[in-house]
Each structure stands twice: as structure tokens, then as C-alpha cells.
């Protein structure tokens, strides 16, 4: 059921490609891929203190001009063929090879429709991403790898810099983001986004419904059924003498399920350049989530401090790195970048000192490998 969004709209663009608006110039193919391999020591896991890995992202696009005021149809179908070796003690495997994008667009001047398997994201949030609903980037992921969703997005930008966005989701049916339930299988999600200018800046509101396939086993929790999901999202971000955001998201359910009734996230952060050297760019935000049985409780609440600092050593070389505290559990979190740019290659020397249970979400589909100490190496080939 996942190709319908395709077969709708290739059916779409089949019929526009029939009439005369079409161009007669030649149309634009393009390939192009990503190419990574990295090492890694990681001696607080108990079996496999080293890893190898690699993964490759090839990437083709298909672009058609139309004669009708500037409009285009693109095509853009991409795969994860990736694969890990732990070993040491013991000796353990993984790799997959699955679509990463798989999408068709027609767009023009003020708007575009996409329909297929995509990336969706928004927000002013940087490191603690309360509006991370569709996608789970890490911040300190180089690559900023996530997996997609299959869908139809439509996108409308208004000439005063206004813009909404409407979307309809169908056939995902792992968790998403900070979802803690996947949806239920064969139902559709939907939701809208309205984002307007204002003084310095601009502000948004968003909001999602899904059914969710709530299924708990912790007694006195005992729940198997499909629970309607509503969210609801705001977030703004200023420039003045700083950069200013905050950034909030609101799940509730329409039926009691104890503290997964209620899911409230809020972050508030600045950034600012300061003129030492090259620049240090520095990054804070506070993070605050809850989940409660009645709305805005915060009985069950955690916290998060995160500082960022990133700075440019010359024209091809960048050193940043990331510190959070964990409040509730009292944890630090360290992560230490290096990177290096030589035309179509980055290479990269990462080292952190993490707890062995992470709190913050994950990046799907991926091992979580910053839990504990370690370092690993990345050369990243790009064509």
C-alpha cells in the first residue's frame, strides 16, 4: 500500500507529460552518491570493542521542465546499503539494504507536491528537538542520516515569506521521533503547518492526528487497543543582537493510558558568534519533557542542558563539540568533533564520553553508537 502515493502521482505526471507544455529541451538526469567507512573503539561494550563499517547512498534525479510559468516535475529515488563488523571477544554482523528516498515532485514559483517516500522536519530546535515527529537526527551525527516516511507533503510559500504546509502519511508503521507507540497498521496520519514572519523573525504552529497501536504490558497497565493520537506544536525563533528560538510540542490521547495519556516537550535556546579567531559560533538550549496521566502535571519529568561550540581553524578544517547534562538522572554527555575537507572527501576524528543508557531518542534504524567512551574515524567520499 505504500507505492499507491507513487502510482497516484507518476499517474499524474504521465498525463502532464502528454500535453504539449512540456519543453522540447533535454531533460536532466543526474547521479550522484554518498560513500562512508569508519572504525571505531568502544571498550565499555562487553563483546565488540571494535567496529567496522561502511555504507553507501547512490542517488539518481530526473528533472522535467514544463512551458507552464516555470513549473517542473523531479524525480528522486536513493537506497541505504550499509553494514557494521563488531568484534574482539565475539564477533556479531549487521547491514541492510533498504530505499532512502524515493519521491516525485511537481512544484512551481509558490508551491510543490511531493508524494513518496521523504524526508519531512521542522523546527527552530537544534540539539533537543521537541517538533522531531517524523525524523530522528542526531545532532551529532556528521552525516545527519534519518530514515523517511511515505507520504504526500504539500508545500505553499506566500510572497510576504508565509508559508503552510499539508501532509498525509500512510504505511509507517515503526515509531517515529519521540513516538513512544507505532500507528496502527493500514490507517492514515495527517496534519498541517501554518508559518508566518513576524518582527525579527517567525513563528509557527503545526499539528498532527494519527491512531496509535498502544499496546502496554506493565501491570497495573494493561492496554491492547488503537487510541487516537492528537499533537500540537509551536515554535518561533528571533534574530536581534542573538538568535532566540523556543520550540514546544503537546501528544495527547483521546483515552486514559496512565502517564502515556499526556507527552508535553518545550526548548527553549540562543546562539551567537563571538569574534575570537575565526569566529565561535556557541549554541545553548535548555530541554524540558514530561509524561503525564493529566496535561501540564510534569510529575514525570526530565531535563537537559546542551552547549554547543563550533570553530573554524583555516579554510578546511573545523573543530566543534557538544556537552549536555541530564538533570534527572544527574549524567554528563561529551562529544568532541574534528573534521577536515579535501575537495570531494571529509574526513572526521570523533571522540565521547556518554552514559550507557541513553535517555534522549535514537536515531532510527542505526546501533547507538555514542553509548559510553569511545572514538571512531570517518572518511566520507562524496560524487
Known amino acids: 500500500m505504500k507505492r499507491s502515493f507513487l502510482i497516484l502521482f507518476i499517474s499524474l505526471s504521465a498525463k502532464l507529460l502528454a500535453q504539449d507544455t512540456i519543453v522540447d529541451v533535454e531533460k536532466?538526469?543526474?547521479?550522484?552518491?554518498?560513500?562512508?567507512?569508519?572504525?571505531?573503539?568502544?571498550?565499555?561494550?562487553?563483546?565488540?570493542?571494535?567496529?567496522?563499517?561502511?555504507?553507501?547512498?547512490?542517488?539518481?534525479?530526473?528533472?522535467?521542465?514544463?512551458?507552464?510559468?516555470?513549473?517542473?516535475?523531479?524525480?528522486?529515488?536513493?537506497?541505504?546499503?550499509?553494514?557494521?563488523?563488531?568484534?574482539?571477544?565475539?564477533?556479531?554482523?549487521?547491514?541492510?539494504?533498504?530505499?532512502y528516498r524515493l519521491w516525485t515532485r511537481y512544484s512551481g514559483s509558490q508551491f510543490?507536491?511531493?508524494?513518496?517516500?521523504?524526508?519531512?522536519?521542522?523546527?527552530?530546535?537544534?540539539?533537543?528537538?521537541?517538533?522531531?515527529?517524523?525524523?530522528?537526527?542526531?545532532?551529532?551525527d556528521p552525516l545527519q542520516l534519518t530514515d523517511g516516511v511515505w507520504g504526500g507533503l504539500f508545500r505553499y510559500?506566500?510572497?510576504?515569506?508565509?508559508?503552510?504546509?499539508?501532509?498525509?502519511?500512510?504505511?509507517?508503521?515503526?515509531?517515529?521521533?519521540?513516538?513512544?507507540?507505532?500507528?496502527?497498521?493500514?490507517?492514515?496520519?495527517?496534519?498541517?503547518?501554518v508559518q508566518l514572519p513576524i518582527p525579527y523573525g517567525e513563528a509557527a504552529l503545526s499539528y498532527h492526528h494519527r491512531k496509535e497501536n498502544v499496546n502496554i504490558n506493565m501491570p497495573p497497565l494493561m492496554y491492547d487497543?488503537?487510541?487516537?493520537?492528537?499533537?500540537?506544536?509551536?515554535?518561533?525563533?528571533?534574530?536581534?543582537?542573538?538568535?532566540?528560538?523556543?520550540?514546544?510540542?503537546?501528544?495527547?490521547?483521546?483515552?486514559?493510558?496512565?502517564?502515556f495519556t499526556n507527552q508535553e516537550m518545550l526548548t527553549l535556546g540562543t546562539d551567537y558568534t563571538f569574534g575570537i579567531g575565526n569566529g565561535?559560533?556557541?549554541?545553548?538550549?535548555?530541554?524540558?519533557?514530561?509524561?503525564?496521566?493529566?496535561?501540564?502535571?510534569?510529575?514525570?519529568?526530565?531535563?537537559?542542558?546542551?552547549?554547543?561550540?563550533?570553530?573554524?581553524?583555516g579554510m578546511f578544517d573545523n573543530i566543534s563539540a557538544m556537552v549536555y547534562y541530564d538533570w534527572t538522572n544527574d549524567e554528563p554527555y561529551f562529544f568532541l568533533n574534528w573534521n577536515r575537507q579535501l575537495n570531494n572527501f571529509m574526513f572526521y576524528v570523533m571522540a565521547y564520553w556518554n552514559p550507557m543508557q541513553i535517555q534522549l531518542a535514537e536515531q532510527a534504524g542505526l546501533n547507538n553508537m555514542f553509548a559510553g567512551k569511545g572514538i571512531q574515524l570517518m572518511v566520507v567520499w562524496n560524487h
Request: no cysteine.
Open 225 to 259: 487497543e488503537n487510541i487516537a493520537e492528537n499533537r500540537f506544536g509551536a515554535d518561533i525563533r528571533m534574530d536581534v543582537v542573538v538568535g532566540l528560538w523556543a520550540e514546544a510540542s503537546w501528544s495527547h490521547l483521546a483515552k486514559e493510558v496512565g502517564i
Open 157 to 193: 510559500y506566500f510572497l510576504n515569506n508565509a508559508n503552510i504546509w499539508i501532509w498525509g502519511l500512510y504505511g509507517n508503521n515503526e515509531t517515529k521521533g519521540w513516538e513512544v507507540f507505532p500507528t496502527e497498521k493500514n490507517t492514515p496520519e495527517f496534519g498541517g503547518r
Open 280 to 313: 565561535l559560533l556557541t549554541t545553548f538550549e535548555q530541554f524540558w519533557m514530561s509524561n503525564d496521566e493529566k496535561a501540564f502535571a510534569f510529575d514525570n519529568s526530565m531535563s537537559f542542558s546542551g552547549l554547543s561550540l563550533s570553530y573554524p581553524i
Open 28 to 99: 536532466n538526469f543526474g547521479f550522484s552518491g554518498q560513500m562512508s567507512g569508519w572504525m571505531q573503539f568502544t571498550p565499555d561494550l562487553e563483546d565488540q570493542k571494535l567496529w567496522l563499517g561502511g555504507r553507501y547512498i547512490p542517488q539518481v534525479d530526473y528533472k522535467i521542465p514544463l512551458k507552464k510559468n516555470n513549473q517542473l516535475i523531479d524525480f528522486e529515488a536513493s537506497a541505504n546499503i550499509f553494514g557494521n563488523l563488531g568484534f574482539i571477544d565475539s564477533t556479531v554482523t549487521d547491514g541492510d539494504i533498504k530505499p
Open 112 to 140: 510543490e507536491f511531493r508524494v513518496g517516500l521523504q524526508k519531512i522536519n521542522f523546527g527552530s530546535a537544534q540539539m533537543f528537538r521537541p517538533l522531531m515527529w517524523f525524523d530522528r537526527m542526531d545532532p551529532r
